[in-house]
C-alpha cells in the first residue's frame, strides 16, 4: 500500500483547508486509514481516523467539531476537510493506514505516506 498526502497550504485563521489521501493498491475498501499531524519541535500525534466502510469516525479532542474526515472508496482516497483553523493547527500532516480496527496510535499503523505542511498564520 502507497500512501499520498497533498492539500496543505497557507491559510489564516479561521479559514479552512481539505487534504486528500490517495492510496495505490486493489485492498484500500479494507483498510483503516488514520491522520496524524506533528508541529515543530514536538511529537507526532494523533488527529482522526476512519474505519473501512466510512461509518466509523474517531477525532482526537482538539480537532473534534471543526475537523471532518471521509473517504470515498471508489476514488481510493480519504479527505480530512479542516474548518476554522487555529495557529496551534500547524504542522505536518501524515496519512496512515492498517488493516486492523479504528485506532490512535503510531504503532497501529503499517503504511504511512509523505506529509504535507499546513501553515495557519496571519
Known amino acids: 500500500v502507497q500512501l499520498q498526502a497533498s492539500g496543505g497550504g497557507s491559510v489564516q485563521p479561521g479559514g479552512s483547508l481539505r487534504l486528500s489521501c490517495a492510496a495505490s493498491?486493489?485492498?484500500?475498501?479494507?483498510?483503516?486509514v488514520g491522520w496524524f499531524r506533528q508541529a515543530p519541535g514536538k511529537e507526532r500525534e494523533f488527529v482522526a481516523a476512519?474505519?473501512?466502510?466510512?461509518?466509523?469516525?474517531y477525532y482526537a479532542d482538539s480537532v473534534e467539531g471543526r475537523f471532518t474526515i471521509s473517504r470515498d472508496n471508489a476514488k481510493n482516497t480519504v479527505y480530512l476537510q479542516m474548518n476554522s483553523l487555529k495557529a496551534e493547527d500547524t504542522a505536518v500532516y501524515y496519512c496512515?493506514?492498517?488493516?486492523?480496527?479504528?485506532?490512535?496510535?503510531?504503532?497501529?499503523?503499517?503504511?504511512w505516506g509523505q506529509g504535507t505542511l499546513v501553515t495557519v498564520s496571519s
Open positions: 476512519i474505519d473501512w466502510s466510512g461509518g466509523s469516525t
Open positions: 493498491g486493489r485492498t484500500f475498501s479494507s483498510l483503516t
Open positions: 496512515a493506514a492498517d488493516y486492523s480496527l479504528l485506532a490512535d496510535g503510531l504503532h497501529e499503523y503499517d503504511y
